[in-house]
């Protein structure tokens, strides 16, 4: 069992930055591929990015990249997502996300993901 608890959302002006982070329970870290999730009022909930286990590779979806850069770091149990560049577009509640994965792979399907942070509210005014 993963508990995951996010932190670092808030209020930005459009152009500005923010640092999520996700501090995550368990003694297997390394080994569960993370993901960040968003979803706006409204929408569907949309993959923003992931990293795989041991962090050997990332995935971005289109609209962040360049933007946006997810790390992660064992030691500590945590995933970060330093949020550069911000629209009033990506105004939304961010949600982490961990699944077990026993190879380097992370994946930008919602289903993939076991468990679920409780998310934290990121607002970009224009």
């Known amino acids: 069992q993963v508990q995951l608890a996010e932190s670092g959302g808030g209020l930005v002006q459009g152009g500005g930055s923010l640092r999520l982070s996700c501090a995550a329970s368990?003694?297997?870290?390394?080994?569960?591929?993370m993901a960040w999730f968003r979803q706006a009022p409204g929408k569907e909930r949309e993959f923003v990015a992931a990293?795989?286990?041991?962090?050997?590779?990332?995935g971005y979806a289109e609209f962040v990249k360049g933007r946006f850069t997810i790390s992660r770091d064992d030691a500590k149990n945590t995933v970060s997502l330093q949020m550069n560049s911000l629209k009033p577009d990506d105004t939304a509640v961010y949600y982490c996300?961990?699944?077990?994965?026993?190879?380097?792979?992370?994946?930008?399907?919602?289903?993939?993901?076991?468990?679920w942070g409780q998310g934290t509210q990121v607002t970009v005014s224009s």
């Open positions: 990293v795989s286990g041991l962090g050997s590779s990332t």
């Open positions: 996300a961990a699944t077990l994965s026993l190879t380097h792979t992370y994946y930008r399907t919602r289903a993939n993901y076991e468990y």
């Open positions: 368990g003694r297997t870290f390394s080994r569960y591929a």
